[in-house]
């Protein structure tokens, strides 16, 4: 079964730095994707970006982009020039093999100063 | 509007009363799903609806969970005997095939549940 992990309960950075949050996973399949959501406290999830597993380039949505290392099995968020409004919780999920359900990791709370 | 729309945005109810949550997808989504938010559990997926399929209910925690989606598109999600324990964040998704792979799930805003 598929399994994410995040290791990282949260994180602090200073505004217009670039900050990296740390999504591995763990899969037997040869084909998958993997899914970041951001969860302000205002408890919506919005989806930021996704990465197929057979993608020939690193996904890339604006300030946004994943530095996908398949090897690692690692698929990291990367946020340039971090804005106020990022502060929130960040989620990595991939599709359960054979289903469309959606496995969670556990999180990352990013806080953003001035 | 565009997204995904759920209510009530909040709900708190009675140990032992049954309340029914409310999600409508985006138009023309033939996917819907079902997760629920807690603290101690995370993120857990309840239910899926694809089309006219049978729904794949094998995230249901107990048999005092039920959803119905109509006429292929909004979604009622019912709890049956609310415990203390389900208390938490319903929240719904939805997606244009529900065929997995790139196909993204959108959320809606959820609704938090309070069972005193």
């Known amino acids: 079964a598929q399994k994410i992990t995040q290791t990282q309960p949260g994180m602090f950075v200073q505004e217009k730095e670039a900050v990296t949050l740390d999504c591995t996973y763990d899969?037997?399949?040869?084909?998958?994707?993997l899914f970041w959501y951001k969860q302000p406290s205002s408890g919506e999830m919005i989806f930021l970006i996704y990465?197929?597993?057979?993608?020939?380039q690193n996904a890339t949505e604006g300030r946004y982009s994943l530095n996908f290392q398949k090897a690692r099995k690692s698929a990291n968020l990367v946020i340039s020039a971090s804005q106020l409004g990022d502060s929130a919780m960040y989620f990595c999920?991939?599709?359960?093999?054979?289903?469309?359900?959606?496995?969670f990791g556990t999180g990352t709370r990013l806080l953003v100063s001035p | 509007g565009a997204g995904v729309s759920q209510s009530p945005s909040n709900k708190v109810t009675e140990k032992g009363k049954d309340v029914e949550l409310r999600c409508d997808p985006i138009?023309?989504?033939?996917?819907l799903y079902w997760y629920r938010q807690s603290l101690g559990q995370g993120l857990e997926f309840l239910i899926y609806?694809?089309?006219?399929?049978?729904?794949?209910k094998s995230g249901l925690p107990s048999d005092r969970f039920s959803a119905e989606r109509t006429g292929g598109s909004v979604s009622t999600l019912t709890i049956q005997r609310t415990q203390q324990e389900d208390s938490a964040v319903y929240l719904c998704?939805?997606?244009?095939?529900?065929?997995?792979?790139?196909?993204?799930?959108?959320f809606g805003p959820g609704t938090r549940l309070t069972v005193l």
């Open positions: 998704a939805s997606s244009f095939t529900g065929t997995g792979g790139a196909d993204t799930q959108y």
């Open positions: 899969t037997s399949d040869p084909s998958y994707g």
């Open positions: 990465q197929g597993s057979y993608d020939q």
């Open positions: 999920a991939m599709p359960r093999r054979g289903f469309q359900k959606l496995v």
């Open positions: 138009s023309g989504h033939t996917a």
């Open positions: 609806f694809q089309g006219n399929s049978a729904p794949d």
